[in-house]
């Protein structure tokens, strides 16, 4: 029989690359999004799997909506990738990250219970929730300290899927991702920022590239590659947590310059840091170690930091 998956967020970079690997290994596919009929979907368009996923309105923040919505398409599978996604905005709309991340996971979890049907969930967890871990290298047993709103959801949510999965025996998982970026990342997101300006910049134009802090240290990964990492926890025959990185760590300058060079530009005459643009609080280093991924998923990372920045450029994937 063929396997049912359904998507929430599905509009969004991960939901995207997810929704066209499940489709090339045979699933019906349906897409949540709040308004099915009014979103764009142009992840979905850009990908050419807009006409095979079959779009559902459902709000997560709405028990009902999720409920009926279980009921009506009965999925195997459902992975929860909603929710608000920037760091950078959960300082100026905390109560938003909050309710979207933590309230919508725990109507999943609950209505996936109540609906009592064999459902295996994914829950889209953060590296963000373990804060500044200095060097260490966070793994499946680091205690979380998160450093904005956004972190601070992300581990409530982490916490209900565990609370959920042990009180209730449900399928249920969290992937702890760290940092992983594809052509589909919207300019808010500061990868994404970086190599529009850079193209823009060796395309002639004039401006400068206005950043905060460089000096931050993040694991970045290729976003194509981590949503199989999704699949392969809701495969295994006991639902466990997974941290996804590649587990080396790289300077924001270091991506920087990865960028300039792919348009043939020397950054530094380009970029300027503007303090105004710091964080309330932020994690100045991020480090992993996604060895437990390696081992039990039989998953690890193909494209590190520099293959991520060339492939952005270059507007593959």
Known sequence: MTKKALICGVSGQD?????KLLLSKGYEV??????????????????GIRRQVKLVSISINDFRSVLQTLLRVR??????????????LSFEQPVETLESISMGTLNLLEAIRFSDLPIRFYNAGSSESFGDTGKLRADENTPFK?????GVAKATAYWQVANYREAYNLYACTGILFNHESPLRPERFVTQ??????????????EKLVLGNIDIARDWGWAPEYVEAMWLMLQQPVPDDFVISTGETHKLRDFIHTVFSAVGLDW??????????????????????????????????????????????GQEG
Request: some cysteine; glycine content about 8%; overall charge neutral.
């Open 30 to 47: 349906y897409g949540g999004s709040r308004d099915a009929q009014m979103a764009s979907f142009q992840n979905l368009e850009r990908l």
């Open 75 to 88: 999925p195997d599978e459902v992975y929860n990738l909603a929710g608000q996604s920037s760091v950078g």
């Open 268 to 313: 530094e005459p380009y970029v300027e840091c503007d303090p105004s643009f710091f964080r309330p609080s932020d994690i100045a280093e991020g480090h992993s170690n996604p060895a437990k991924a390696r081992q039990v998923l039989g998953w690890s990372a193909t494209y590190k930091m520099a293959d991520v920045a060339r492939m952005m450029v």
């Open 146 to 150: 998160p450093r904005s709103p956004y």
């Open 15 to 19: 939901g995207a690359y997810l929704a």
């Open 193 to 206: 920022k970086i190599v529009r300006a850079a193209q823009r910049i060796a395309g002639g134009s004039s």
